[in-house]
């Protein structure tokens, strides 16, 4: 067998500022971007693809979806003229790297490296106050409505950056932030905001688990979504084992959320603030 078809850009290296741009899909990998609401590929080969979710777009239908009719999964369907297999979800109002298969033996395949926890996913994500460099949010958590029962949930955050922003707060004149890289161990019902919640660390931008003054702070400003961004997703390839990293860059609202304290991506960490 052929090793898989992959962009250059798909293999494991360091993060430089610029990188993770959308790449040139391989020649076997058949996908449509010039159909409307069709979704920036990061890469893809005849195995599986990672695409760039927007913002307030739904993965896929569920009790959540209520009224809602567009769903990422019917628009791949129909940008690689193809079956698709989603190999995990994000939250509506998560943006960035959503890895999924071709066929059912990579789905399956890719499904067990998420069991084994072989997937390496890093999230952008912007919080309220200055928490430490480095910290680690042991916390149990629910499955979300009707799963009651509460199971470990481990999230690993690093800090990036901080800034003020001249919005008075609980009696100081200015208000904190950070940006945060979030690495969750384990992958529970919006585990990444609720642990934030739990620190008192608010994601700035939730409307469910967030602080409704801050969220307010950042919507007067312009920046209106949530904070929360999968920057990065490591896996191993299914075909050969090899090792992979795909980058989706932030864009539109999180990078003005980033340009009101002079923040930057280059080299793996942020600079400003």
Same mark, same amino acid.
């Given at each position: 067998?052929?090793? +898989?078809?992959?962009?250059?850009?798909?293999?494991?290296?360091?993060?430089?500022?610029?990188?993770?741009? $959308?790449?040139?899909?391989?020649?076997?990998?058949?996908?449509?971007?010039?159909?409307?609401?069709?979704?920036?590929?990061?890469?893809?080969?005849? @195995?599986?693809?990672?695409?760039?979710? +927007?913002?307030?777009?739904?993965?896929?239908?569920?009790?959540?979806?209520?009224?809602?009719?567009?769903?990422?999964?019917?628009?791949?369907?129909?940008?690689?003229?193809?079956?698709?297999?989603?190999?995990?979800?994000?939250?509506?109002?998560?943006?960035?790297?959503?890895?999924?298969?071709?066929?059912?033996?990579?789905?399956?395949?890719?499904?067990?490296?998420?069991?084994?926890?072989?997937?390496?996913?890093? /999230?952008?994500?912007?919080?309220?106050? @200055?928490?430490?460099?480095?910290?680690?949010?042991?916390?149990?958590?629910?499955?979300?409505?009707?799963?009651?029962?509460?199971?470990?949930?481990?999230?690993?955050?690093?800090?990036?950056?901080?800034?003020?922003?001249?919005?008075?707060?609980?009696?100081?004149?200015?208000?904190? /932030?950070?940006?945060?890289?979030?690495? &969750?161990?384990?992958?529970?019902?919006?585990?990444?905001?609720?642990?934030?919640?739990?620190?008192?660390?608010?994601?700035?931008?939730? $409307?469910?688990?967030?602080?409704?003054?801050?969220?307010?702070?950042?919507?007067?400003?312009?920046?209106?979504?949530?904070?929360?961004?999968? @920057?990065?997703?490591?896996? +191993?390839?299914?075909?050969?084992?090899?090792?992979?990293?795909?980058?989706? &860059? +932030?864009?539109?609202?999180?990078?003005?959320?980033?340009?009101?304290?002079?923040?930057?991506?280059?080299?793996?960490?942020?600079?400003?603030?």
């Amino acid at each position: 067998m052929q090793p +898989p078809e992959r962009a250059t850009a798909g293999r494991r290296r360091p993060l430089r500022a610029g990188c993770g741009k $959308t790449r040139r899909p391989a020649d076997n990998a058949r996908v449509n971007e010039q159909l409307p609401g069709s979704l920036p590929v990061l890469h893809a080969d005849q @195995w599986l693809a990672v695409v760039d979710k +927007p913002a307030g777009l739904m993965v896929h239908d569920s009790v959540l979806a209520a009224d809602e009719t567009d769903f990422a999964a019917d628009r791949l369907r129909a940008q690689f003229g193809r079956q698709v297999f989603l190999v995990h979800r994000l939250d509506r109002a998560t943006s960035g790297c959503l890895l999924l298969a071709f066929d059912r033996d990579t789905a399956s395949a890719l499904g067990k490296a998420v069991m084994a926890q072989q997937l390496d996913k890093r /999230y952008l994500a912007v919080c309220r106050g @200055w928490p430490e460099e480095g910290f680690t949010i042991d916390h149990p958590l629910d499955g979300g409505p009707g799963k009651p029962q509460k199971k470990p949930a481990v999230t690993r955050f690093r800090r990036l950056a901080c800034g003020e922003l001249d919005e008075p707060s609980a009696g100081f004149p200015t208000s904190r /932030y950070a940006l945060l890289e979030c690495a &969750p161990v384990t992958g529970r019902f919006r585990q990444i905001r609720r642990h934030l919640k739990h620190a008192s660390h608010h994601l700035i931008g939730d $409307t469910s688990h967030g602080d409704g003054r801050h969220n307010r702070a950042f919507r007067m400003r312009g920046v209106h979504r949530m904070l929360l961004h999968a @920057w990065q997703l490591g896996f +191993p390839h299914p075909k050969d084992g090899q090792e992979m990293t795909v980058v989706a &860059p +932030p864009s539109g609202e999180f990078l003005k959320a980033m340009a009101l304290f002079g923040w930057s991506l280059a080299d793996g960490a942020a600079g400003g603030g």
